[in-house]
């Protein structure tokens, strides 16, 4: 089992930075892919970006690819999400999520992953 819980949500204006984080327990953090996909009212949920475990692969979506950041520091079992230069349309909820499966690549399809957080608000403001 492992537990997500993401922070750093919160009300941002366009144009604006912030930072999420997705701290986890429970397991080895440090063997695991992460990923952070967002849903938004009445939509789909959405892959952000996810990161192997050793955090040297990443992958973003088309949508946030050159503003969003994804890192992560295996000591503090955490893994950031830095939002540069956000839009209206990055309003949403975001969860962070691991799947069951160590030493996986950088996974993109919300059903490979088996471990959800409970999410964390940003609300972009014009």
């Known amino acids: 089992q492992v537990q997500l819980v993401e922070s750093g949500g919160g009300l941002v204006q366009f144009g604006g930075s912030l930072r999420l984080s997705c701290a986890a327990s429970?397991?080895?953090?440090?063997?695991?892919?992460i990923g952070w996909f967002r849903q938004a009212p009445g939509k789909e949920r959405e892959f952000v970006a996810s990161i192997n475990w050793s955090g040297d692969t990443t992958y973003s979506s088309d949508s946030v690819k050159g503003r969003f950041t994804i890192s992560r520091d295996n000591a503090e079992n955490t893994v950031y999400l830095q939002m540069n230069d956000v839009r209206l349309e990055d309003t949403a909820d975001y969860y962070c999520?691991?799947?069951?499966?160590?030493?996986?690549?950088?996974?993109?399809?919300?059903?490979?992953?088996?471990?959800w957080g409970q999410g964390t608000q940003v609300t972009v403001s014009s």
């Open positions: 429970g397991r080895s953090f440090g063997a695991y892919t």
């Open positions: 999520a691991a799947p069951s499966i160590p030493l996986s690549g950088t996974l993109r399809r919300a059903n490979e992953y088996d471990y």
